[in-house]
Each structure stands twice: as C-alpha cells, then as structure tokens.
C-alpha cells in the first residue's frame, strides 16, 4: 500500500475570505478577539470539526452538518453558554460561508462556541457567549494508507477532570501533549489510556480493533468524544455484514488483533499498520479498506443509502 503524503491543516493564507464573528459575516482580517478574552486565557470553548467534500457532479456537500451542530449545541451546556442560533440557523450560515469562501476542492469548517467577555474570573457564567466559524480547505489530515502509531505516556482526560465527549478547547492540550511526544519519537499518532488502563482513543480520532470478524470500539463512557464518524462506522459496518461491538478494550488487544484503525472528521478512517514497532495482523487491512472504501464512496454521495448524511451547499 502507499501511504498518501499528509497534508498539515493549513497555514492561515488559505483561510477562506470571510468568516461569521459576533453575529455577522466579516472579511476573515475583522474576525479577531482581544488578548483579554476569557476563552483565550482559560481555554473555555467548545468547539467542531466538519468536513464538505467535493461531490461526482462537481457541487459541494457538508458531512452531517446537522449532526455537528447539535452536538456543539449541547457540549455548549457543558460550559454553561447560551447560544442564540439554532442548529438549523448555523447550518444556514456555514452553507453561505462555503459559498462565499468557494474553496477548490475540499474544505473544513472550525465552528467554535467561545467565552467573549474580557476578563480574568474563573468561571463560566456571565461571559458574553458567541459563536465563530471559519473555514479552510483540507485534503488528508494523516496518511489514510496504513500509519504508525505508539501508545502513549499521557493518560486520557477523565471524565471528572475535563470530559473528553464535550470536544472543549482547554482539554485538547491532553491531546497535544500526546501527539507532539509520538511525532517527536518519529509516530504518526498517539493512543491514548483511560486512568485504569483501558484503550480511549488517539490524539483527535476515535480506535476501532478488528478480530475476525468483530469490530469493536471502546464505549462512550471510557473518556472518548462522541464521534460522529464513530456513528457512521458502526452503520457501515453493520451494513456491510460485519459483527460490531462497543466495549472496553485492554491495551494487549491491540497487539494481537487482526487490524486497527481509526476514524474522525480529519483522519477519515486511516488503518493502522503498526503499534509501538508491532505490525498490526498480517498487514492486509482488508476490512479497514473495505470499510474506508465504503465511507468515501458514502461522502462523496456514490451511495445512495447515505444520502441523508449529506447537505448541500
Ligand atoms: C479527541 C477526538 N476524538 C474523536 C474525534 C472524531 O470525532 P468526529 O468523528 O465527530 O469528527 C475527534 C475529532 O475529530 C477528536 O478530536
């Protein structure tokens, strides 16, 4: 297999013209917050990831837009926000955002719920809650071609601490110090444990392990986000006969197990092909390839059966 070249989350001279901010579209040069703001210092938003993919015809479509935006939505209750826009309202606006910003190719959209207010008090209430959203274009965030992976050293933000499923940004410095030791040692990517030794999931992606013909992916109360394209895996897989489990996972079962990939918005659904200098099964990842293939074709709106997954812009 060949890996395809990664392409990093762009530098910000590809960032789309226009940007929503404070309630209004503006040039992306008028989207900025001051130094004070409280999310700035505290790390006190919540945040998505969304993708739209070119589609066979040639028009856009965002991947469950609906689905992001509910899930922002309720991760905004977490920090206590108050949002004015509905979910349909932000689909709307991230629909004329793409139009205007008319990406070349595909694009991902960074919608954010962020405390405003300037101020140094802790806390969440009376903050002055508004919504962000830019978009950039993006192709493959990893290699979807078989990548190498280390577990790591950090330990999984527990669900006391900051919960992993409310995507909030303070807590993806967890996530940075994991996947900045794993490219420091020379991985694509890092895995992360739960407190009691039990697989969560990597850096910004969630892991599924493959045995015969189970696919199993840790359940939502082992200190994982939600994931949306969790979800469509799981359909996928049931669609495309396989067994499909959600349940705790030991460590050891990844190095025995048959395959291992992971799935998100940015890294799609990349297998893995090796784990800590283990090589993952016998390195045909014939049901990952399967799976991915079935997911793109899905995304790129070839399969009818997943239609309602798509909204066109
Ligand atoms: C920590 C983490 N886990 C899992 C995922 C995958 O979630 P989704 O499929 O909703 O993009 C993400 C985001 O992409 C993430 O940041």
Avoid: C
Avoid at 15 to 37: H, K, W
Avoid at 148 to 156: G, K
Avoid at 211 to 233: K, N
């Amino acid at each position: 297999m060949t890996a395809l070249e990664p392409r990093p989350i762009s530098a910000a001279a590809d960032i789309g013209a226009f940007a929503y901010f404070e309630g209004t579209v503006v040039p992306i040069g008028e989207a900025n917050v001051s130094i004070a703001t409280h999310t700035f210092n505290y790390g006190t938003a919540v945040f998505e990831g969304i993708r739209a993919y070119r589609q066979a015809d040639g028009s856009s479509a965002i991947l469950f837009a609906h689905e992001h935006y509910a899930r922002l939505l309720r991760n905004a209750r977490l920090l206590r926000a108050s949002v004015p826009e509905s979910a349909d309202d932000l689909v709307e606006i991230t629909r004329d955002l793409l139009r205007r910003n008319a990406h070349d190719g595909d694009a991902y959209i960074r919608p954010l719920v962020y405390k405003s207010a300037r101020s140094i008090r802790v806390k969440l209430t009376g903050l002055d809650d508004r919504v962000g959203i830019f978009t950039i274009p993006l192709g493959d965030y990893l290699p979807t071609g078989g990548i190498r992976v280390t577990v790591s050293a950090w330990q999984r933000v527990s669900d006391n601490a900051i919960p992993a499923r409310g995507k909030i940004s303070g807590s993806y410095v967890n996530a940075a110090f994991a996947a900045e030791d794993a490219h420091a040692a020379g991985y694509d990517d890092a895995i992360l444990l739960t407190g009691d030794g039990h697989l969560a999931e990597a850096s910004a992606a969630n892991l599924f392990v493959v045995r015969g013909r189970e696919v199993a992916t840790p359940p939502l109360t082992d200190d994982v986000l939600a994931g949306i394209t969790r979800s469509a895996i799981l359909q996928i897989a049931r669609d495309a006969g396989l067994d499909v489990a959600e349940r705790r996972i030991d460590r050891s079962e990844l190095y025995l197990a048959d395959e291992v990939f992971l799935t998100g918005t940015g890294v799609q659904v990349a297998p893995i092909s090796s784990i800590d200098e283990r090589p993952v099964g016998t390195g045909d990842f014939a049901i990952s390839l399967d799976i991915q293939r079935r997911y793109f074709a899905a995304v790129r709106g070839h399969d009818e059966r997943y239609a309602n997954w798509l909204t066109s812009i």
